[in-house]
T-cell receptor, first 110, second 115 residues
Framework: SQQGEEDPQALSIQEGENATMNCSYKTSINNLQWYRQNSGRGLVHLILIRSNEREKHSGRLRVTLDTSKKSSSLLITASRAADTASYFCVPAGSNYKLTFGKGTLLTVNP | NAGVTQTPKFRVLKTGQSMTLLCAQDMNHEYMYWYRQDPGMGLRLIHYSVGEGTTAKGEVPDGYNVSRLKKQNFLLGLESAAPSQTSVYFC??????????????FGPGTRLTVL
């Protein structure tokens, strides 16, 4: 399984602003998954985008996928203090195993 | 529908003691995983299982054993705990739709300290 590389490593914004996190990976994928981890808690799956999709929305989340550039982005609109968490992108191939990177630490200031 | 549960939530062990962490899922998932998370290291896969009665080694299996006697349960054992095993342990489960693998669902974690 392969690992995604999140960028930036840390991001600090004000409540109400949008937050954009980027992800790059190296080999072909079947899907790419985004997870969130609030401090001290388990990971929560946010959204899965398949390799034949270019964009997907879920509430305030928008994910894009560009397989030609091997990159993805996660946009959180109108951020809230509760969005403060680490965000992980996980590229998935033809394997049930996933490899998690270090994530992007998002801090939303009230 | 509880999802993935883990027991215990916290545990302190002395070096050399043994313990078992229990993971249970009620989603009828085939695949189950044990990870550990250390500061600055991300999640690392310890062991995993692709079905009842089967287990396999992940990235960091040394010092741990696992068993999956029932589909819904995945046990992680530490036979002789060491301070290097101080960590937060997460269990996860997932399923498959045809040939496509789906997202993983995580438990709340077990915080283990080995003195």
């Amino acid at each position: 399984s392969q690992q995604g590389e999140e960028d930036p490593q840390a991001l600090s914004i004000q409540e109400g602003e949008n937050a954009t996190m980027n992800c790059s990976y190296k080999t072909s994928i079947n899907n790419l998954q985004w997870y969130r981890q609030n401090s001290g808690r388990g990971l929560v799956h946010l959204i899965l985008i398949r390799s034949n999709e270019r964009e997907k929305h879920s509430g305030r989340l928008r994910v894009t996928l560009d397989t030609s550039k091997k990159s993805s982005s996660l946009l959180i609109t109108a951020s809230r203090a509760a969005d403060t968490a680490s965000y992980f992108c996980v590229p998935a191939g033809s394997n049930y195993k996933l490899t998690f990177g270090k994530g992007t630490l998002l801090t939303v200031n009230p | 529908n509880a999802g993935v549960t883990q027991t215990p939530k916290f545990r302190v062990l002395k070096t050399g003691q043994s313990m078992t962490l229990l993971c249970a899922q009620d989603m009828n998932h085939e695949y189950m995983y044990w990870y550990r998370q250390d500061p600055g290291m991300g999640l690392r896969l310890i062991h995993y299982s692709v079905g009842e009665g089967t287990t396999a080694k992940g990235e960091v299996p040394d010092g741990y054993n696992v068993s999956r006697l029932k589909k819904q349960n995945f046990l992680l054992g530490l036979e002789s705990a060491a301070p290097s095993q101080t960590s937060v342990y997460f269990c996860a489960s997932s399923s498959r739709t045809g040939t496509l693998y789906n997202e993983q669902f995580f438990g709340p974690g077990t915080r283990l300290t080995v003195l």
